[in-house]
């Protein structure tokens, strides 16, 4: 009965059954939510149907279904059609027992976009016995029940060994293309160089691999090298390699360092900076130095003199300093032009570096001064054993654009310590020395004495009220008259022909300057050619109104001297100044010493020329005491030679001078020239004059030189107005 009342034993489930279901099934969902968490696709396909038993979430969506659709359609269905014709052959080889592994690239969905994705296939075949058994059972082969199969996502992995290929290739490119240098080494050891490098030093690829670093380091530059790679720093330095040929080439190296495989390697990127350090070298040297001697500079000269004094105080030693000045050097610039002037002073400079010692110094100030230190001479006749050894090199004439010149220098001669303690001193000093050697005919040496700082702050003094004086035009201008030699026959007159125009100094405090006390010092401290200018704008002016106003229409002859008739532009001048003057050419007379005629080039004859071809007329003043020849005055179109009055002073007493006289006369009548005797001051002088055939004459028998408003007293009394 109560067996029969109840449920058969064999119809009810057990608990252990239950549990054991239960189990299964909390299995399988977790094998599932394993299968959906994991990055990989995942399924499993049956044989021979290959028909899908399971697949993940992943898996499914990837191919368009759902876990649930996807399950039991075949693996052709699953995947397309244009994807098994890609995967057939490796799925053939999996379905007999072969454990396939392959990668290829996969189209995403949406075939517009035209996106591709690279997967890893695994392709693992599923036996029926443990898979750590024996492939066979009694002697038979075991049952393949399926396939599974795994597949990665594996692009970003594609992507990322692509980046790296794509940067060494780029950085192979830009070793190959760089001009600096490139050095790949680990711990010291050269592991690869660049193209660049090879071509900076010279070596080939073989000679650098497997090297250390340092072996092509020089020694100087070693230490500091170690100590750079040493602190693994990565800033810029410079160091030095050495070229193949052994030269050292001066270079910027910076290095950095690249993990590589758990090893720290460098990479080193050298730059060749020789035309930096020789620019640098250039800059410091120009900074010492003049650019167009290549002599130390006034700044050279200073910080080496103050080092030789410093030496000589400590030894009880003798310095001198020579302060030399070219003489005439303008007259060359000015007529040759810049270019002539600066071969003229590098010559000069290589002939004084010549003829001094190495431990002696030669520096260019400025200009055409120059300055050489003596360091350690025995005594004052050292000194003055290298001034005469310098004044034969300089009087060499030289050749310059195919004009033979000639120069010569004045040189000024101070002593340590007789003559100074200090740099300052000893220029100074030896600058005034300089200006006592022009002052005693040029061409000579003078050693400094304590008057003469006097003399040169005297200089100084005037240089500065010159200076002023033409700024304020403090000069003014005195003529006089120039007058025809009658033959007295008629008992006439003589007629006035010109006028000399001479120019003075109205100082403020000294009065009334004549010329010889400023003209040489204005020439010597070029200050000739302003000066010049004025009168020639002034002579200009005042004769133009005396024109206008009725008074005799002669000439007026103004002086130029040989540093203004050099000047290139002086016909330009002027013809400028004739045209601001409105005075016609004809009534202008320009007078030159014979100096101008000694010019051996073609810049006097070209000027002389355009002169004349201006309607300007020209005169040789002084004449006779200079170096004039027939053959000069044959060849430049000279108008008139003025006899000097050294010639007419002593006449008609002294026969020397008469016969001098006669003979310029002559001279200058066969040559077509006309004549003035300057100097005239007694009738016996006027008649002898007269007799010799003699042309004009001027002097104190005359007239002394007025000012503008005594000239036109003295031609009113002679009744020379033609409008009174």
């Known amino acids: 009965m109560a067996e029969g009342a109840g449920t058969p034993v064999s119809a009810q489930p057990s608990a252990d059954s239950r549990t054991a279901v239960d189990s299964a099934g909390a299995r399988d969902a977790m094998m599932r939510l394993i299968a959906d968490s994991v990055p990989a696709m995942m399924a499993y396909y049956a044989l021979p149907s290959l028909r899908c038993v399971f697949a993940n979430r992943r898996y499914a969506q990837d191919y368009g279904w759902t876990q649930d659709s996807i399950v039991g359609k075949t693996l052709v269905d699953a995947v397309g059609d244009a994807a098994w014709r890609v995967i057939e052959p490796y799925i053939a080889r999996a379905a007999r027992g072969e454990p396939v592994g392959y990668v290829r690239e996969q189209q995403l969905p949406g075939e517009a976009d035209k996106l591709f994705r690279t997967i890893e296939v695994n392709l693992i075949p599923h036996l029926d016995a443990d898979p750590g058994a024996s492939p066979h059972v009694n002697g038979l082969p075991r049952r393949q029940l399926g396939i599974f199969v795994l597949i990665n996502d594996i692009s970003h992995h594609i992507e990322a060994e692509q980046a790296i290929r794509d940067s060494e290739e780029r950085m192979r490119k830009f070793a190959e293309v760089t001009n600096e240098g490139i050095v790949f080494h680990l711990k010291g050891i050269i592991t690869d160089v660049n193209p660049a490098l090879l071509a900076m030093t010279g070596y080939s690829t073989a000679d650098l691999l497997g090297r250390y670093t340092m072996d092509f380091v020089p020694e100087a530059w070693r230490q500091i090298s170690i100590d750079y790679l040493a602190a693994g720093r990565e800033d810029p330095y410079e160091t030095a390699l050495i070229h193949r040929n052994g030269r050292v080439i001066p270079v910027e190296m910076v290095g950095k360092s690249m993990p590589l495989k758990g090893e720290v390697h460098r990479i080193v990127v050298v730059r060749d900076i020789t035309m930096r350090k020789e620019a640098q070298q250039r800059i410091e040297f120009l900074a010492l130095h003049d650019p167009l001697t290549q002599l130390p500079n006034r700044i050279h000269l200073r910080e080496r003199l103050a080092q030789v004094l410093a030496l000589a ?412």
């Open 313 to 724: 105080r400590r030894r009880n030693g003798v310095v001198a300093v020579l302060f030399i000045d070219l003489d005439n050097f303008k007259t060359v610039n000015d007529s040759l032009g810049h270019h002539a002037g600066d071969q003229l002073l590098c010559e000069m400079a290589r002939r004084l570096s010549d003829a001094v010692r190495e431990a002696d110094m030669v520096s260019r100030l400025g200009g055409d001064e120059f300055l050489v230190v003596l360091s350690d001479i025995g005594a004052r006749a050292e000194a003055a054993l290298v001034a005469n050894k310098l004044l034969a090199v300089v009087n060499e004439p030289v050749t310059i654009e195919n004009h033979r010149l000639s120069v010569s220098p004045s040189i000024g001669i101070s002593v340590f310590p007789d003559d100074g303690d200090t740099v300052d001193d000893l220029i100074r000093h030896a600058d005034a020395a300089m200006y006592h050697a022009k002052d005693s005919g040029r061409s000579n040496y003078q050693f400094f004495t304590p008057d003469m700082s006097q003399r040169a702050f005297e200089a100084l003094h005037l240089e500065g009220q010159l200076r002023q004086a033409i700024a304020r035009e403090e000069f003014v201008l005195h003529y006089q008259p120039q007058l025809l030699l009658a033959d007295g026959a008629s008992g006439s007159r003589d007629e006035l022909v010109g006028l000399e125009a001479l120019v003075r100094w109205q100082h403020p405090e000294r009065g009334l300057l004549g010329p010889d006390t400023f003209v040489p010092f204005a020439e010597a401290r070029g200050l000739i050619s302003a000066i010049g200018r004025w009168v020639l704008c002034e002579a200009c002016r005042q004769l133009k109104a005396w024109h206008d106003a009725g008074w005799p229409k002669v000439p007026v002859a103004v002086n130029l001297s040989a540093i203004e008739f050099h000047q290139r532009g002086l016909v330009q001048n002027i013809t400028a100044i004739l045209a601001e003057s409105g005075l016609a050419p004809q009534y202008l007379e320009i007078e030159l010493t014979e100096s101008v005629l000694m010019d051996q080039g073609g810049f006097a004859f070209e000027t002389l020329a355009a002169l004349k071809a201006l309607g300007v007329g020209l005169a040789i003043d002084d004449f006779g005491t200079g170096y004039s020849s027939l053959a000069y005055l044959k060849r430049y179109p000279i108008d008139k030679l003025k006899i000097d009055r050294s010639f007419v002073r002593d006449i008609p007493g002294d026969s020397d001078d008469v016969a001098i006289t006669t003979a310029i006369v002559q001279m200058a009548h066969s040559l077509k020239l006309l004549t003035v005797a300057e100097g005239v001051e007694t009738a016996d002088q006027a008649a002898l004059l007269r007799t010799l055939g003699c042309d004009q004459y001027q002097g104190y028998l005359i007239s002394r030189p007025v000012n503008a408003a005594g000239l036109q007293a003295w031609m009113g009394a002679r009744g020379d107005n033609r409008s009174a």
